[in-house]
């Protein structure tokens, strides 16, 4: 019989009994099919995509205005906060807030407007009771969400008062326009005491509605600057219009006389009349908007140009398939080896003629197979049953199983090569698995790790898996070489050393 | 060291751990086609000796040849011409007797083809009924069985067996000796280690192990000889044997020893115990005795043991 053929067979020995010894224990195979399936399950029953809701108290003066309209002002940010209540007692406040009957202290400043007309910042304080720094974060965001819905409200409340006295700026638009009229009959008739009165008349009517209109078009006039919009709106056409309309008051005010000047004054009458009848319909126009939209004039829509929606347990499933098969193969591997070693088996591979690549190859061959039969259980549930999307080929997702299987055997095998036990194997596969939970971008995304901790993320198989697992499956893209080249690197390299440690163990004498 | 007719030869063979030497300056010649008996007390460095011989452990002084190779550099094919069993049951509790037998099997890289010779194999330790059964669902007895199965699967030449015997009870243990003495017969050289002193009467050669030194090296009659001077002799006359008897006894030339038994029983240390015999029936009836009884004593090998280790004891 020819070397290879009896290399062949001496390999076989391994997948014969590898094989045979895992489906002798159905129970564990149960286990690590169903296990992840139900996990996955019940996560996506009882998984709520909502951010946290906060049981919040609030501090106040007895008679503060604020404190009064606190309720109405958290009834529209109902997400975020449950109302218990407004006290003047902050010390109980505290006492609940320890005890845990509320989650968050909120104190409304003392002197609100006392420290605003001295120009400086009145400031609420939050006070939480977190261990959870991600709690904690949502708190900090919660205080910045509750403070711009009080700011947007007073903005709002101005911009309302401005709007009210709209029909009052028509008015003195048209008062002003008689003034216009009578000057020009006054000048006509050559009664210049008549005209000057009547334009002193005149400014100060202008005066009035520059004022009058000024907090709603510089508002208006603040959105065009914030957005750059190049194009002319009502609010700046009126805007302009009325200090053209200021600019010519003042300089009628200021002119007498009669003959060339009487013709220019006209000249001027003229044109500050086109300006307020422009005036007067640019702020016809304004005053129709509503503040709401005033104070708050964008709103967002996001879209996903995705063909479909991304449920969590769809977003989740990849990586959890990726993590349990990696962990799965990497026990498995890690304890093959050492269990060898420690119930002497390996004595009588020394002794045999197996040599340390059959023994690997045999041993890889009847794991991969293994793994391969649960990976194809587990994503047939994952599909079939939970719908998780699988917008891409079948073929590319198999690859990308197979290449995760080999890395993470080979980092199993290392792990079963070093080890003096199998309680040693087992701690260091808990330790991959921690690796991989906090830097495989199972919780966190990659992006959220610091760069150079990053590496660590690319030394784990299931990182690459999961990345790859994710486009195939939810994005039906072709997996990217490079991740799969890096998954290639990983079992490669630790093959080679696996292969290395295992010849030197089993042909060299000790 | 080339030798032809010995399949194993060790030359000032040791091996340390830690500076403490579990074998120190071992000399054997082992023929080939024999039961060699490596025996000693628990410790004595007979598995630390086999290891070696397999290759598993690398002397720390000393050569080594098995069959012509030093074990650090056996071939595929000379590791294939060998068969270890090891002290303890190494096989996989979760799978069955056969495939257990196929595991070793294939080990060996034996072609698909093996069913007949698994089945001779089961045969010889009388498995072949039980060949589903899990191996950890079997008794200790039927482990060890399976172990020297799995041995013997590949037909190798050389059979290293440690402590086949061990825990095993004493119908199983001869029936492993009458294996072992087929095995003889069909060509093989078997290297047993045992801790069982008796057992070296089935033995051809026998070497004694003690504290990591060999004693001796002897057929188990030789052995015998060495520990007692010579063959044993049981004599019971009629008449009382007096102190003249026991003195004119003791003066016969190929009487070497003599001790008191009882008032009419003696045991003679003999040169040859099958010749010498007619002489001292001569002596007796010369001497007016009658024999009630004469004939050669075998004792057992736990006291040739102890007689050997006696005088190294008493050096230590």
Not at chain 2, 37 to 53: D, E, N, Q, V, W
Not at chain 2, 136 to 148: A, C, F, H, T
Not at chain 2, 167 to 176: A, I, M, Q
Not at chain 2, 291 to 314: G, S, T, Y
């Amino acid at each position: 019989m020819s070397n290879p053929f009896r290399s062949f067979i001496r390999a076989s020995a391994f997948w014969r009994k590898e094989i045979f010894e895992l489906l002798r224990q159905p129970q564990m195979i149960l286990t690590l099919v169903l296990g992840p399936f139900l996990i996955l399950f019940l996560f996506g029953v009882a998984y709520r995509s909502q951010a946290p809701v906060f049981k919040t108290l609030f501090v106040a003066p007895p008679n503060s205005a604020l404190a009064q309209h606190i309720e109405e002002y958290t009834s529209g940010m109902k997400g975020e906060f449950t109302f218990e209540g407004v006290t003047s007692d902050e010390q109980a406040a505290m006492e609940r807030l320890r005890s845990g009957s509320v989650d968050l202290i909120i104190v409304v400043p003392q002197n609100a407007l006392k420290e605003i007309s001295a120009n400086k910042q009145a400031s609420f304080t939050i006070y939480s009771n977190q261990t959870d720094p991600i709690q904690a974060n949502w708190t900090k965001y919660y205080g910045y969400v509750l403070v711009n819905e009080i700011n947007r409200r007073v903005l709002q409340s101005v911009v309302q008062q401005g709007q009210t006295n709209f029909a009052q700026l028509q008015d003195r638009v048209k008062a002003a326009r008689a003034n216009i009229a009578t000057i020009r009959s006054a000048l006509e008739k050559g009664d210049t005491a008549t005209a000057n009165a009547q334009a002193a008349e005149l400014s100060t009517n202008v005066d009035l509605v520059s004022v009058a209109a000024g907090a709603t078009l510089d508002v208006l006039s603040g959105v065009q600057q914030t957005t750059g919009s190049p194009e002319s709106s009502q609010a700046a056409d009126a805007g302009s219009a009325l200090a053209a309309v200021r600019q010519d008051a003042a300089a009628m005010g200021s002119s007498s006389g009669g003959g060339s000047a009487a013709a220019t004054r006209l000249q001027n009458l003229t044109k500050m009349d086109q300006e307020l009848a422009k005036l007067e319909t640019n702020l016809g126009a304004v005053q129709k908007v509503d503040s709401a939209v005033l104070v708050n004039p964008f709103t967002d829509q996001v879209k996903n140009v995705l063909p479909i929606t991304i449920t969590p347990v769809d977003f989740f499933a990849p990586a959890v398939l990726a993590l349990l098969l990696q962990h799965l193969a990497v026990t498995f591997a890690a304890l093959s080896i050492v269990q060898e070693r420690t119930e002497g088996t390996l004595e009588l591979f020394r002794v045999s003629p197996l040599a340390a690549s059959e023994a690997l190859l045999g041993k890889y061959v009847s794991y991969l197979v293994f793994g391969g039969i649960i990976a194809a259980l587990l994503s047939a549930l994952l599909v079939y049953v939970l719908h998780v999307p699988m917008l891409g080929n079948w073929i590319s997702f198999t690859v990308v199983i197979a290449l995760l299987l080999f890395a993470s055997l080979s980092i199993g095998f290392v792990i079963s090569l070093v080890s003096r036990n199998d309680s040693q194997a087992v701690q260091y596969t808990m330790l991959v698995l921690l690796t991989s939970v906090f830097f495989g971008g199972f919780v966190l995304a990659l992006s959220m790790i610091w760069g150079p901790a990053r590496v660590i993320s690319y030394l784990l198989p299931a990182t690459y898996a999961t990345i790859l697992l994710r486009d195939v499956m939810l994005q039906g893209l072709a997996p990217s070489p490079l991740l799969i080249d890096g998954l290639v690197v990983i079992g490669v390299v630790l093959c080679l050393a696996a292969w290395l440690m295992l010849r030197r163990i089993i042909a060299r004498s000790q | 060291m080339e030798d032809q007719d010995n399949i194993i030869v060790t030359k000032d063979l040791s091996k340390s751990f830690d500076d403490q030497f579990a074998v120190q300056g071992l000399n054997l010649e082992v023929p080939r086609n024999v039961i060699f008996g490596f025996i000693g007390p628990s410790g004595s460095g007979k598995t630390t000796t086999i290891r070696m011989l397999t290759g598993v452990y690398k002397p720390t002084n000393g050569q080594v040849k098995v069959l012509g190779s030093d074990p650090k550099r056996f071939s595929q094919k000379t590791r294939a011409r060998i068969g270890y069993m090891p002290q303890l049951f190494v096989l996989y509790p979760h799978l069955t007797i056969w495939e257990n037998m196929n595991f070793a099997a294939s080990l060996y890289g034996m072609g698909l083809r093996r069913s007949d010779r698994l089945r001779q194999a089961l045969d010889f330790v009388e498995l072949t009924e039980h060949r589903d059964k899990l191996t950890n669902e079997i008794s200790g007895g039927m482990q060890r069985r399976l172990s020297l199965a799995a041995t013997l699967v590949h037909d190798p030449e050389l059979i290293f067996l440690d402590e086949p015997t061990a825990g095993v009870d004493p119908v199983l243990r001869s029936k492993f000796w009458d294996r072992f003495r087929e095995l003889r017969s069909s060509g093989r050289t078997l290297f047993v280690t045992t801790q069982y002193v008796g057992e070296a009467v089935y033995c051809d050669l026998i070497a004694v192990l003690q504290e990591g030194r060999l004693l001796t090296v002897d057929t188990p009659k030789g052995l015998r000889q060495r520990a007692f001077g010579g063959d044993l002799l049981n004599l019971k006359t009629v008449e009382p044997l007096d102190y003249n008897h026991e003195q004119l006894i003791g003066e016969l030339p190929f009487v070497r020893k003599v001790t008191r038994q009882g008032p009419t029983r003696l045991r003679l240390v003999v040169g040859e115990g099958k010749t010498d015999i007619p002489a001292l029936l001569a002596w007796a009836t010369g001497q007016g005795l009658h024999v009630e009884n004469l004939d050669e004593f075998v004792p057992p090998f736990d006291e040739v043991f102890v007689e050997l280790v006696k005088p190294e004891a008493e050096n230590v």
